[in-house]
């Protein structure tokens, strides 16, 4: 069984975000979250491999996510 992990709820948010106005921020806010937590593991004996490959996970799902983003910022722009 997997513990829910306190970073997860902006990630999640982040990915279930569906107003683009609001994406990039959600994003941002999931990546400080992740980002705590990385500083904290490194100091937190409790942390686990598992919550490590899960952060590690997330941090490249957020990057594919916010450069998705970009491409369609950048193409509506072009656009106009």
């Known amino acids: 069984m997997r513990a829910d992990y306190v970073w997860e709820e902006a990630y999640k948010a982040a990915l279930l975000e569906t107003d683009e ?3 990039r921020e959600r994003l ?5 979250a992740i980002e705590t937590r990385l500083q904290e593991m490194q ?3 409790r942390s686990t491999p598992e919550e490590l490959q899960a952060v590690t ?3 490249r799902a957020l990057r594919t996510l916010f ?4 491409t369609r910022t950048q ?4 656009r106009a």
Do not use: F, N
């Not at 941002?28 to 400080?32: E, K, N």
């Not at 450069?67 to 970009?70: F, G, I, M, R, V």
């Not at 193409?75 to 072009?78: A, I, P, T, V, Y």
């Open 21 to 23: 106005g609001r994406l």
């Open 28 to 32: 941002q806010v999931a990546r400080a």
């Open 43 to 45: 100091i937190d004996v």
């Open 57 to 59: 996970d997330a941090m």
């Open 67 to 70: 450069k998705e983003l970009q």
């Open 75 to 78: 193409e509506g722009s072009s």
